[in-house]
T-cell receptor
Framework: SQQGEEDPQALSIQEGENATMNCSYK?????LQWYRQNSGRGLVHLIL?????REKHSGRLRVTLDTSKKSSSLLITASRAADTASYFC????????????FGKGTMLLVSP | NAGVTQTPKFQVLKTGQSMTLQCAQD?????MSWYRQDPGMGLRLIHY???????DQGEVPNGYNVSRSTTEDFPLRLLSAAPSQTSVYFC????????????FGSGTRLTVV
């Protein structure tokens, strides 16, 4: 079953604006990861945040994690047209052999 | 470094036919997984392997077989293709669970008619 649920399902913004996507999950986790998928392509790993971390930055990306609320957010600052893609959160469990469980994704459209 | 290589990129099968989707990685990753992606469903785990000789089922394993005889290769076999298996298939790998992000292949788009 799907672990993560992203919100919103679709987001349309102008270049230069910030884009915020949210993810909620159901079970305890070892870490949460965000991926980008350009149309018709494979997924690209963006950032990983561990369950004992609250915030992480990578370039124009900022990820927060609230394990008490079982939620995470991905902020892309100063968006560019090249950021247009689908973004997925995925969780890795904390027991036994871990696997990635994905949400359904957020489609981001950045217009010039 | 080629990363994760999937072949073929596109395939059309007739109902009842069998085929093998190939996946190879050259990063010495222990963990490998197969996912399918359907519109509006995100990615769902089919099978995974935590090392050579070790495989296990994911969320949607029915109709698929896997084996892992080497660290590098993790083929996915469709035993008797059905239209419900029309999907895009992705192979992914990571060094070990909980150690870092996964590297994905570029996908195989399969249509079963």
């Amino acid at each position: 079953s799907q672990q993560g649920e992203e919100d919103p399902q679709a987001l349309s913004i102008q270049e230069g604006e910030n884009a915020t996507m949210n993810c909620s999950y159901k079970t305890s986790i070892n870490n949460l990861q965000w991926y980008r998928q350009n149309s018709g392509r494979g997924l690209v790993h963006l950032i990983l945040i561990r369950s004992n971390e609250r915030e992480k930055h990578s370039g124009r990306l900022r990820v927060t994690l609230d394990t008490s609320k079982k939620s995470s957010s991905l902020l892309i600052t100063a968006s560019r047209a090249a950021d247009t893609a689908s973004y997925f959160c995925a969780t890795e469990g904390d027991s036994g052999y871990s696997t990635l469980t994905f949400g359904k994704g957020t489609m981001l459209l950045v217009s010039p | 470094n080629a990363g994760v290589t999937q072949t073929p990129k596109f395939q059309v099968l007739k109902t009842g036919q069998s085929m093998t989707l190939q996946c190879a990685q050259d990063m010495n990753h222990e963990y490998m997984s197969w996912y399918r992606q359907d519109p509006g469903m995100g990615l769902r785990l089919i099978h995974y392997s935590v090392g050579a000789g070790i495989t296990d089922q994911g969320e949607v394993p029915n109709g698929y077989n896997v084996s892992r005889s080497t660290t590098e290769d993790f083929p996915l076999r469709l035993l008797s293709a059905a239209p419900s298996q029309t999907s895009v298939y992705f192979c992914a790998s990571t060094i070990q669970g909980g150690k870092g992000g996964y590297t994905f292949g570029s996908g195989t788009r399969l249509t079963v008619v």
